[in-house]
């Protein structure tokens, strides 16, 4: 079975300063996909980014971007600028390939707080 | 149209109570999932459905029940539940195939089981 850890219950960040969120995981496979989701106080959970495994390349989308380490399985998340419109609850996730039919494995997640 | 609708958004019941959550996406999605999330706790998977199929039941109490009537509509018919129930049920939707599994994702139904 698949875990992902969230160490950070709770992280503060100046409007406009970055912050990263971090996120390890364990798997057996080689092959699975990695995001971040943000949960505002609206409840809905909204993908902000996703890795899949076997791409080198870090993911970026606009001010967010992941560092992501295969070998350390590390998946750490950097918001940079931050804005009001950050704060939220977010949480890191798994997913094993061939399709979606396995669901989504969450971290316990970090709650983001950004001070004006 | 990248909508999951979730109807109602609020549901307070009794114990002896029988109700149903809804929830429809129009994207053409073959996988269905609920999920159950309780109050700062991360999301917890109940069910999945694959191409109308229950392929996944996480040890969920028998008084949930899931139903996938068709490739947009998935429902989850509540009967006795009991106050630890209480919590933000949240429906999913997502590819079955291929390599994309990205899920969206409901607003929620916050349920109250008194």
């Known amino acids: 079975a698949q875990t992902v850890t969230q160490s950070q219950p709770e992280m503060s960040v100046q409007e406009a300063e970055t912050v990263t969120l971090s996120c390890t995981y364990d798997?057996?496979?080689?092959?699975?996909?990695l995001f971040w989701y943000k949960q505002p106080p609206s409840r809905q959970m909204i993908l902000v980014i996703r890795?899949?495994?076997?791409?080198?390349q870090n993911a970026t989308e606009n001010r967010f971007s992941v560092n992501f380490q295969k070998a350390a399985k590390s998946f750490s998340l950097k918001i940079s600028d931050s804005q009001l419109g950050d704060a939220a609850m977010y949480f890191c996730?798994?997913?094993?390939?061939?399709?979606?039919?396995?669901?989504?494995?969450f971290g316990k997640g970090t709650h983001l707080i950004i001070q004006p | 149209d990248t909508e999951v609708t979730q109807t109602p958004k609020h549901l307070v019941m009794g114990m002896t109570n029988k109700k149903s959550l809804k929830c429809e996406q129009h994207?053409?999605?073959?996988?269905m999932y609920w999920y159950k999330q309780k109050a700062k706790k991360p999301p917890e998977l109940m069910f999945v459905?694959?191409?109308?199929?229950?392929?996944i039941n996480e040890s969920v109490p028998s008084r949930f029940s899931p139903e996938c009537p068709n490739s947009s509509l998935l429902n989850l018919h509540l009967h006795a539940l009991q106050p630890e129930d209480s919590a933000l049920y949240l429906c999913?939707?997502?590819?079955?195939?291929?390599?994309?599994?990205?899920?969206?994702f409901g607003q929620g139904t916050r349920l109250t089981v008194v």
């Open positions: 999913a939707s997502s590819q079955a195939t291929g390599s994309l599994t990205e899920a969206f």
């Open positions: 798997t057996s496979e080689s092959d699975y996909y």
């Open positions: 890795q899949e495994a076997y791409k080198q």
């Open positions: 996730a798994y997913a094993n390939t061939g399709g979606g039919a396995d669901g989504l494995t």
């Open positions: 994207m053409g999605h073959r996988a």
């Open positions: 459905y694959s191409y109308e199929k229950l392929s």
